[in-house]
């Protein structure tokens, strides 16, 4: 199954992720997002973190997932290749995440993400699928 | 995407206006700065959309404008401009963006091109050594916890108070590169950590160092006000922005309006909207830490002003007096003012949200450094990498129609996976070396993204801005060095 494609976005970048449950397709969305960032062939999972975001709303919580990320990404240099959610109820979901922390003479950087927007983000719980665009 | 098929009267030659019929809830009406060549693009995705829902706002005076590089963004358009009563109206993280401050500065210098030319190489190595880019680039600057909100409070001052730069440089910085009403105790500790290794990075993205070259004079008057006194003149630009912390706070707040919307019985049609009253304690807060991602990027653009005249002068062989290197103006093109205007005859206190639009201020506005008031205050509209960059001033026009407000860029056209298949990151290396313009990137693929073909022909843009009044054409420079972040 595919886990993910891009959309083209003017200025930035977005994708679709889809899931065999919700809670899969928010799972992806971090795989397709990390992908943008880098190529994950070349990351390992030596490091793990565990994740535990609780929101308003399952859109809210979409945002703050993909940006909680981001901020690692940030202050720690983590790529993430694999996110294994073990709780999810839509407002609140626990994710533990593995990946390796960014070396730049053996990990292909593409491009950096600033932040997930809300523009155009979409959870379709029918669906199993999420959409967001990121500012690039 | 879908063309937008939306109502669209042109006003004249340039101005072309989205009835407030348009939409339900629309509180003003739209105004689009274009050609009508422009126009085709513009109408081919969703920006005009996004101007209509901008007009949403409550508070929002006389338009949604969008300046001529408009395009489409997220919740506001990219060049878009709204300015908001602050007695009544609302204040939106997503009107400044996330990348809060990002902005550009120009340096001049006693340089002509055939002295530099020589040397190019040698320079462009030297400023991508001098300066950290890319994703995840950490700082030389190790700031201690405390030293974080003393950058937040006191921006560029703080930079050149710690040996990055020169006193002069605060006077023509916007806001003097130190905005008031700065609090760090808005800024969540999350921003904080993410900014603190960050300070003196370029970044990644469309940010950038240019080594320039003057290419055209048009009012030499006012050229020489600002130092740019001939063509062939080497000049230096820099284009960053708040990095983490900014994107950060941006985010934070975004949160902060969303659960608070309810309370004011605020509704817009995109949550990227998310806004709250300007005097509540949810918008003075976003107000409060926006004003310290300002200041960090303010302080961020300083530190490297500081090792590109390193760069400069130790591959030159000059020292500091010799090559000028005096700055002529630093810019903000994302960020929300409280600026008075006329509105309907009367002075008025309005939030003003840039979002990708420039401060335009005219000669004799009080804001505008001694230096420029009889010319107005230097505008910089930064091309694409391989084409040319303006300076422009401020007009009285734009305090009319545009609450003083201009351009940015050149604005793109193309997504960024759209220019990847146009060329490919070498072959625009290639072109670009053909053309005399030296490159250094540690990204290949980000070069591709920022091919010119990806943006509108910022000779356009500016041409636009010029011929409406909104703002003059002073000079423009082309590129001979660029490193891309």
């Known amino acids: 199954m595919r886990r993910y494609r891009l959309i083209e976005h003017t200025a930035d970048t977005g994708l679709v992720a889809y899931g065999k449950s919700l809670a899969e397709a928010y799972a992806n969305a971090a795989y397709g997002m990390f992908s943008i960032i880098a190529d994950l062939r070349r990351v390992s999972e030596v490091e793990s973190r565990t994740i535990e975001v609780n929101e308003r709303d399952k859109e809210s919580l979409l945002f703050a997932w993909l940006n909680h990320l981001i901020y690692l990404f940030d202050v720690e240099s983590l790529l993430f290749k694999r996110c294994d959610v073990t709780l999810f109820d839509g407002k609140s979901l626990v994710a533990t995440c593995y990946g390796e922390k960014c070396d730049p003479s053996r990990h292909h950087i593409r491009i950096g993400i600033k932040s997930a927007t809300y523009h155009m983000l979409t959870v379709d719980p029918e669906k199993n699928l999420v959409k967001v665009i990121f500012d690039v | 995407m879908a063309k937008w098929n939306g109502p669209l009267e042109k006003v004249d030659e340039y101005r072309w206006r989205i009835p407030q019929s348009y939409k339900q809830g629309m509180r003003v009406p739209g105004l689009i700065y274009a050609s009508r060549q422009m126009l085709e693009n513009i109408l081919d995705e969703q920006a005009p959309e996004q101007v209509a829902n901008v007009a949403f706002l409550p508070g929002i005076v006389h338009y949604s404008l969008a300046m001529p590089d408009i395009h489409w963004g997220y919740g506001f358009p990219i060049g878009g401009v709204a300015a908001v009563r602050i007695k009544d109206g609302v204040v939106s993280p997503g009107g400044v963006g996330f990348d809060i401050n990002c902005g550009v500065r120009l340096l ?39 030293e ?68 055209n004079i048009y009012e030499p008057e006012t050229a020489k006000v600002m130092g740019i006194d001939q063509k062939g003149q080497v000049m230096l630009l ?21 659960d608070a919307m309810d309370e004011y019985r605020i509704d817009v049609p995109d949550r990227q909207l998310a806004c709250c009253p300007v005097n509540s304690p949810q918008g003075k807060d976003y107000i409060a830490a926006m004003r310290c991602a300002a200041n ?14 390193e760069a400069f002068c130790r591959v030159l062989g000059k020292c500091e007096e010799e090559a000028g290197l005096e700055l002529i103006y630093d810019v903000a093109h994302n960020i929300a003012k409280i600026e008075e205007h006329d509105v309907d005859g009367k002075k008025e206190t309005l939030c003003v949200h840039r979002k990708g639009a420039t401060r335009a201020f005219p000669a004799g506005h009080p804001d505008v450094p001694a230096k420029y008031a009889k010319v107005g205050q230097p505008v910089l509209i930064p091309g694409d990498m391989g084409r040319v960059s303006y300076v422009l001033v401020g007009t009285d026009l734009a305090m009319k129609e545009t609450f003083g407000s201009t351009c940015h860029g050149a604005g793109r056209v193309k997504s960024r996976a759209a220019a990847k298949k146009l060329a490919r990151g070498r072959d625009i290396l290639k072109d670009l070396e053909s053309r005399g313009i030296v490159v250094r990137t540690g990204n290949m693929s980000g070069l591709a993204e920022e091919a010119s073909q990806a943006y509108k022909d910022v000779t356009e843009v500016v041409g636009v801005t010029h011929s409406t009044g909104i703002s003059r054409i002073v000079a423009k420079t082309r590129p001979i060095g660029v490193i891309k972040g």
């Open chain 2, 108 to 146: 001049r210098t006693n340089l002509q091109y055939e002295e530099v030319k020589p040397k190019i190489s040698a320079l462009v190595d030297a400023l991508y050594q001098g300066v950290p880019s890319g994703v995840g680039s950490e700082g030389k600057i190790r700031l201690k916890r405390q």
């Open chain 2, 148 to 215: 974080i909100d003393d950058v937040l409070v006191r921006g560029s001052r703080w930079a050149v108070e710690h040996g990055f730069g020169r006193p002069d440089d605060l006077v023509t910085t916007e806001e003097k590169g130190e905005m008031p009403g700065a609090n760090p105790e808005k800024v969540s500790g999350r921003a904080k950590e993410r900014g603190a290794p960050q300070l003196g990075t370029l970044g990644s993205g469309n940010h950038f160092l240019e080594v320039a070259v003057v290419d």
């Open chain 2, 238 to 258: 820099i284009h960053c922005g708040s990095r983490g912390l900014g994107h950060q706070v941006a985010g934070d707040y975004i949160k902060v309006m969303l």
């Open chain 2, 296 to 309: 960090f990027a303010w302080a961020n653009r300083q530190c490297i002003t500081h090792w590109v005249r």
